[in-house]
């Protein structure tokens, strides 16, 4: 009897956390799972964010445009200080939340100089922006 109450809270729960995660991903105007880029607060700062079926973890604010492949985000945003752009690099490969929340699967924010040599030294040189953040 016991297992059967137990079983069922973790349905319940299990089921309140995919929906949690399905609002959460529906809300995003651009999603590669585990990534998505969401309205942000005020319709207006969109936001990277890895996304989990507990939480968002932010990552970069105010982004403009990304490219992606199977192992690496680039992200364009205008973070900072008088708007100026900002380049972001991102490794996919990182899954670990310890690592996330502390960032570590990202580098940046990097002028365009910097940017375009950490992508030459990562392989990436090729990889461009294809998806404009509106």
């Excluded at 299990?14 to 991903?25: M, Y």
């Amino acid at each position: 009897m016991l297992i059967k109450y137990a079983f069922a809270i973790c349905l319940v729960f299990t089921i309140v956390s995919c929906n949690n995660l399905k609002n959460r991903v529906r809300e995003a105007v651009w999603v590669d799972i585990p990534y998505a880029v969401d309205k942000g607060v005020d319709d207006s700062n969109r936001r990277l964010s890895f996304v989990t079926k507990q939480k968002n973890y932010a990552l970069v604010d105010s982004v403009n445009e990304i490219g992606f492949n199977d192992k690496y985000l680039i992200v364009l945003s205008n973070k900072g200080s008088n708007d100026t752009l900002k380049y972001w690099i991102v490794d996919k490969s990182i899954q670990d939340l310890a690592k996330i929340e502390k960032k570590e699967n990202i580098d940046g924010p990097m002028g365009f100089l910097q940017f375009s040599q950490k992508k030459k030294s990562l392989n990436i040189d090729t990889l461009a922006f294809t998806v404009e953040i509106k």
